[in-house]
Antibody
Framework: EVQLVVSGGGLVQPGGSLRLSCAAS????????MSWIRQPPGKGLEWVAN????????YHVDSVKGRFTISRDSAESSVYLQMNSLRGEDTAVYYC???????WGQGTMVTVSS | DVVMTQSPLSLPVTLGQPASISCRSS???????????LDWFQQRPGQSPRRLIY???NRDSGVPDRFSGSGSGTDFTLRISRVDAEDVGVYYC?????????FGQGTKLEIK
């Protein structure tokens, strides 16, 4: 079964850090680009970051550049999102997706609040 | 950034009737390889999004054939030939041609 399992969300104070993880199974991980997409409560979707199949190309949306970093580990079949200098506007459900959006994980809530 | 504009934003439909959602992009979505990277996603209440259509008109595995996509350039359409109760949710178009990839605002489909 093709599956993406997301972990690492939670409550963090403004300026704090979190690391999200997404573990893939059921498909050849190295064949797929991977992405993080977020959804603020009650709002629409925003593509946050993307990494290509071998990790040589990364894209981050302007609103997170310099603060968030996407990475992947083929040995672990996992993709990560390191989030630093978190702000209130980063509060959202964060989804991991593979293959340009063909496969999605269950999402994890990140709340940035004092 | 490429702006994706969906209409309508709210879509009440009678069971068994057809439905249609329009999506317009602020720039052409034709990539250098000749493909247009326009996808459609469905998000049922409380669930993760699910891709229905990729590259304008290709249905993902397991998607009922009552869903179809069409369009070119900057104008695209998702059609549901006969709405079923399980189709309730929010539908998003997304362009993957230009960085950053961008989504439409979402269209909420409900049963009348």
């Amino acid at each position: 079964e093709v599956q993406l399992v997301v972990s690492g969300g939670g409550l963090v104070q403004p300026g704090g850090s979190l690391r999200l993880s997404c573990a893939a199974s059921g498909f050849r991980f190295s064949d797929y680009s991977m992405s993080w997409i977020r959804q603020p409560p009650g709002k629409g979707l925003e593509w946050v970051a993307n990494i290509n199949q071998d990790g040589s190309e990364k894209y981050h949306v302007d609103s997170v550049k310099g603060r968030f970093t996407i990475s992947r580990d083929s040995a672990e079949s996992s993709v990560y999102l390191q989030m630093n200098s978190l702000r209130g506007e980063d509060t959202a459900v964060y989804y991991c997706a593979g293959g340009g959006g063909g496969v999605w994980g269950q999402g994890t809530m990140v709340t940035v609040s004092s | 950034d490429v702006v994706m504009t969906q209409s309508p934003l709210s879509l009440p439909v009678t069971l068994g009737q057809p439905a249609s959602i329009s999506c317009r992009s602020s720039q052409s979505l034709v990539y250098s390889d000749g493909n247009s990277y326009l996808d459609w996603f469905q998000q049922r209440p409380g669930q993760s999004p699910r891709r229905l259509i990729y590259r304008v008109s290709n249905r993902d595995s397991g998607v009922p054939d009552r869903f179809s996509g069409s369009g070119s350039g900057t104008d695209f359409t998702l059609r549901i030939s006969r709405v079923d109760a399980e189709d309730v949710g929010v539908y998003y178009c997304m362009q993957g041609t230009h960085w950053p990839h961008t989504f439409g605002q979402g269209t909420k489909l409900e049963i009348k």
